[in-house]
């Protein structure tokens, strides 16, 4: 019977060419809009490390001043979120607990390497000063060579790890474990090279951007005051008593630069890691810090993003727009629907006064409802490849002042691509718009007394 | 075959209320040929609908070979029209843009019937008609007489029990009428029986028996052949 209602429906697309054409297009309108935000909307809601979704937990301690006037957030939205980012002492502080598997405290700064051989120009990159369990925690791949210790980072080891990038750079892609380069006026030993890597959203650092490249360079902890080095990202004094004005000021004072992980593999863990920051905040306020009611919050990555509004408001406001526009395709079809139907009325009737049960009747106009939907669907889907490959290609060029990183495209393709996910969120939209389109005008000439249209056939 | 017992019939508007048929009490036989006659509006055509289960009745009883369909559901007047009886219209409603084989098989389908016993069926029809060498034609290609034979093709198809013809010649010309008037003589002749409204005194008067509906009512009955089945007026 189903090729029976599929023999129908095309035979009543074929009688109504133009009709049938403007629904499909109307139907694919309105899915290329809705598929290019919705995939933009997926490419910056996705998990860039789902298999320890509930094993890495961002640290954050509200330092703030208790007076709603000073009352910096993160976002100021949500003022009762505490800052992002916490001091270089509550950090070091935190990071003297064993509860955690591993603990990183960590800023991005930026310095001027000379690459080993001659004649090449010095550059200047974005360095990411870490401790040692950044790579195992964050679970960096290695193409060369290892991280380092906490030894190292103790030392300060002069060591460093490069990205892949950094090491193509400089070495042409080889093993450069074991060579040196020059930062600042120091020797550095390279360490490891990490392979492709590129986490989007950039959880671990979402100060600059949530879609952006993870440093070319990697340093031991404790070239952070050994080098006095400053903070590349955000710099917030959350306190009105914080005075800034050196080095050592920004390391003592109440301001926020610094990222703070911890990975607690137990429910238990985290709740003894709760227990012990808020023990930390408590002991601190007898030193006239923390004078807000506790407010540390430790929070896994999906709530981090969720705090950082990566997603934003834009692209809501992009998908919703969309699915307006959408709505408004599908009461289109709907209208050339109904008409279509209506004005095939008098053979509906005939087949019901040949036998045709209503419901074989709306089954047959379904059939041919499903038909529009997955034709607009599939040339929606077509319209959406080209218009994401468009704004592919607008985005991926490159500006002035930015490195020729090629992971760049691929942050692009991360935004913009059309995955198995969406292809089945295109269907299912598809189908959706047909049937929400056409199921009323279906039911409706299933509906009509064959009688009336046998006379004026 | 048929048995109407004091059916009644209205149509309701919000202003005006049509009694199409009143009271309307009828049974015909198995294998008889009844014409229906009337001026226009006076219930030919709601009483050819309500035979055919295109319309529910509001009141009174049908039986239709022996089954109550008074009170069936949409599923089961469908099932039974598509089984038990074939439909024959002034105007033959053919399908324009298929053509004439697809044209019969359109109520087979609706038997859920298998391929091979549905071709079967079709060229059985369209020889019966006279139409097999036109069998890859649109209706459009056929004169009107031709097509009023495809749709008779398709009526007898299914084999049903009766055929409700409205008006069948009421579009065509002298000569086409008769031929056609010859074939549903042929097809009564084999056993189905035959309810055919006609406004042409002639071809009423070829059928065993003439019924002329006045207002939604039985108006006079007239018998034409004594050694054709009995049908009667209750």
Redesign the interface.
């Known amino acids: 019977?189903f090729m029976?209602d599929l023999g129908l429906a095309l035979?009543s697309m074929?009688?109504h060419p133009v009709l049938s054409a403007l629904m499909v297009l109307a139907i694919a309108a309105g899915i290329a809009a809705s598929m290019i935000t919705i995939t933009v909307y997926h490419g910056r809601a996705g998990h860039p490390i789902w298999w320890k979704a509930d094993k890495l937990y961002a640290v954050t301690l509200d330092t703030r001043d208790p007076d709603t006037a000073n009352a910096f957030s993160g976002l100021t939205r949500h003022p009762e979120y505490p800052p992002f980012q916490v001091t270089y002492r509550d950090a070091k502080a935190l990071y003297r607990s064993d509860i955690p598997e591993r603990s990183v405290m960590m800023f991005r700064s930026n310095r001027v390497i000379t690459p080993e051989r001659k004649g090449e120009r010095p550059f200047a990159t974005a360095v990411r000063v870490t401790t040692a369990d950044f790579f195992a925690m964050f679970d960096v791949p290695f193409l060369y060579g290892t991280g380092w210790s906490r030894a190292d980072d103790d030392a300060p080891a002069p060591i460093v790890v490069l990205s892949k990038y950094a090491n193509d750079k400089l070495f042409g892609g080889r093993n450069s474990v074991g060579r040196s380069i020059t930062i600042g006026d120091r020797q550095f030993r390279i360490i490891g090279v990490i392979d492709a890597w590129l986490p989007q959203p950039k959880f671990y650092d979402l100060n600059n951007s949530g879609f952006d490249l993870p440093e070319n360079l990697f340093m031991p902890w404790g070239w952070t005051e050994a080098l006095r080095l400053p903070s590349g990202g955000s710099t917030s004094c959350v306190r009105s008593n914080a005075k800034v004005g050196s080095f050592e000021d920004l390391l003592a004072q109440d301001c926020v630069w610094l990222q703070y992980w911890a990975e607690l593999p137990t429910a238990a863990q985290r709740e003894r890691y709760q227990r012990f920051v808020d023990n930390y905040v408590t002991d601190q306020k007898q030193y006239g810090r923390f004078p807000r009611p506790l407010n540390n919050r430790i929070v896994n990555v999906d709530e981090w993003l969720k705090m950082y509004d990566v997603v934003g408001d834009e692209t809501r406001i992009q998908v919703a727009v969309a699915l307006m526009f959408l709505l408004v395709c599908i009461l289109n079809t709907f209208g050339l629907m109904l008409a279509k139907f209506l004005k095939a009325a008098p053979?509906s009737g005939?087949?019901?006064?040949?036998?045709?049960?209503?419901?074989?009747v709306m089954r047959q106009h379904l059939v041919e409802v499903v038909i529009v939907g997955l034709l607009g669907g599939a040339l929606g889907l077509a319209l959406s490849f080209f218009g994401l490959q468009a704004m592919r290609a607008i985005n991926s060029r490159p500006f002035p002042g930015m490195d020729d990183n090629p992971a760049r495209v691929a942050i692009q393709q991360s935004l913009t691509n059309l995955d198995f996910q969406m292809f089945a969120v295109a269907l299912a939209l598809s189908l959706l718009t047909g049937v929400l389109a056409g199921l009323y005008p279906a039911w409706r000439v299933g509906k009509l007394?064959?009688?009336s249209f046998?006379?004026?056939? | 075959m048929i048995e109407m017992q004091s059916v009644g019939k209205v149509f309701r508007t919000d202003v005006v209320e049509t009694h199409a048929l009143r009271n309307f009490s009828l049974k015909v036989e198995p294998g008889e040929f009844v014409a229906i006659t009337g001026h226009s509006g006076s219930g030919k055509t709601t009483f050819l609908n309500v035979a055919g289960l295109l319309e529910e009745l509001d009141t009174g009883r049908y039986l239709l070979d022996g089954q109550d369909v008074s009170k069936l559901t949409d599923n089961e007047r469908s099932r039974i029209r598509n089984r038990k009886i074939g439909f024959i219209f002034q105007s033959f409603n053919l399908i324009p843009d298929i053509n004439i084989y697809h044209n019969v098989e359109a109520p087979l389908h609706y038997q859920r019937m298998p391929a091979a016993e549905r071709k079967r069926r079709i060229l059985a029809s369209l020889e019966r008609v006279g139409l097999t060498s036109r069998m890859k034609h649109i209706p459009l290609q056929l004169s009107g007489g031709q097509q009023q034979r495809v749709a008779i093709a398709r009526a007898i198809s299914g084999d049903p029990r009766v055929i409700l013809a409205d008006e069948p010649t009421g579009n065509l010309d002298t000569a086409m009428s008769n031929q056609i008037m010859k074939l549903l003589l042929e097809i009564n002749a084999a056993g189905t029986t035959i309810l055919m409204v006609t406004h042409n005194p002639e071809l009423a008067e070829q059928a065993h028996r003439q019924i002329h509906i006045v207002d939604g009512q039985i108006d006079k009955i007239h018998h034409f052949a004594a050694a054709k089945p009995a049908i009667h007026a209750v």
């Not at chain 1, 005939?350 to 074989?360: F, H, K, M, P």
């Open positions: 019977m029976h035979q074929r009688r053979i005939l087949r019901r006064a040949l036998g045709a049960s209503r419901i074989d007394a064959p009688s046998l006379k004026t056939q």
